[in-house]
């Protein structure tokens, strides 16, 4: 049974930064494609980053230059580095694996999605 298990998530003030941590169970970072997500209040879900295998990244244009998404495949760990933060980039955030194929983009179909940690920035 896949389980991901999202940390990190906190209050923070405008311009703070957060890094958030993924720890899968039952689940290697194989290289595939892998993902973090966000949801709001009131809000539909919204890919948030992506990378492949090769390291290759894809964000969202509203974290663009902001955001970090990285694996440590030695520790089997994904991250989403977070700086610069705004309020609109309050959401629960929640990491994706099990990509279903197509391109490896924010908006990919993922197999297996975590809890989510809560980001919260005023």
């Known amino acids: 049974h896949v389980q991901l298990v999202e940390s990190g998530g906190d209050s923070v003030q405008t311009g703070g930064s957060l890094r958030l941590s993924c720890v899968p169970s039952?689940?290697?970072?194989?290289?595939?494609?892998e993902g973090w997500f966000r949801q709001s209040p009131g809000k539909e879900r919204e890919g948030v980053a992506t990378?492949?295998?090769?390291?290759?990244?894809n964000y969202i244009d509203s974290v663009k230059g902001r955001f970090t998404i990285s694996v440590d495949y030695g520790k089997n760990i994904l991250y989403l580095q977070m700086g610069s933060l705004k309020p609109e980039d309050t959401a629960l955030y929640y990491c994706?694996?099990?990509?279903?194929?197509?391109?490896?983009?924010?908006?990919?179909?993922?197999?297996?999605r975590g809890q989510g940690t809560q980001v919260t920035v005023s």
């Open positions: 994706a694996a099990g990509w279903r194929g197509g391109y490896c983009v924010p908006w990919a179909d993922f197999r297996y």
């Open positions: 039952e689940f290697s970072f194989g290289g595939a494609c």
């Open positions: 990378i492949e295998g090769d390291g290759k990244t």
